[in-house]
């Protein structure tokens, strides 16, 4: 019951707003906090244990950030060089479906985009710029499907699938895991 009424608190605050430039602080019952801007910009919850979590609008999209220095950008625009590969000619980014993910480990971009080609075609593109690459086509009923996995000169780790459902535009998915060094 506890999580349900923070939960419900947490809501109002994101709904109801306050003055310009001030925060409300909300304080569970287990000492946890959520802290919000009035315009739903910002909102941070800490819980009890001192572990935080921001979220804030950034650009075009979401920043998530927690208090060990992960992040990850919802929705924003990816652009060819934080991919580290080429986008396919044509293609359009899909809106709110791209992602940079930044964790002491690494970091991982994701771009998500559609076309009008085939997917045969968009894996083909991709062959040479893609090392040691595995790949396979499905065509399952309405479904056809190109996948492909392998390395940048980098050593950066791809995938990247292109689908298209019949009578539908075909979305291409790549996702770039670079480890830190």
Sequence with gaps: MKKLTFAAAV??????????????????????KVTAT?????????????????SEKSGDGTKITDS????????????????GLPFYTGSEEKSNSSAIVDEP?????????????DPD????FYKDKIKSATSSNTNAGDT???TMQGKLDNG??????AMRKTG???????????PKK
Excluded: F, Q
């Design 121 to 124: 075609k968009v894996s083909a």
């Design 68 to 83: 060990k220095g992960n992040s990850v950008a919802l929705g924003t625009t990816v652009s060819e060089a934080a991919l």
């Design 156 to 161: 950066a780790e791809v995938t990247l699938m």
């Design 38 to 54: 009035n315009d739903g910009a910002k909102v941070s919850v800490t819980d009890d244990k001192g572990n935080t979590v921001t």
């Design 105 to 117: 480990t690494g970091k991982t971009v994701m771009s998500v985009r559609s076309s009008k080609d």
């Design 168 to 178: 539908e535009d075909t979305t291409i998915s790549i996702t770039v895991k670079t």
């Design 11 to 32: 809501l109002a605050l994101l709904v109801v707003g306050c003055k310009p430039k001030e925060e409300t602080v909300i304080t569970g019952p287990d000492g946890s």
């Design 144 to 146: 056809k499907m190109a």
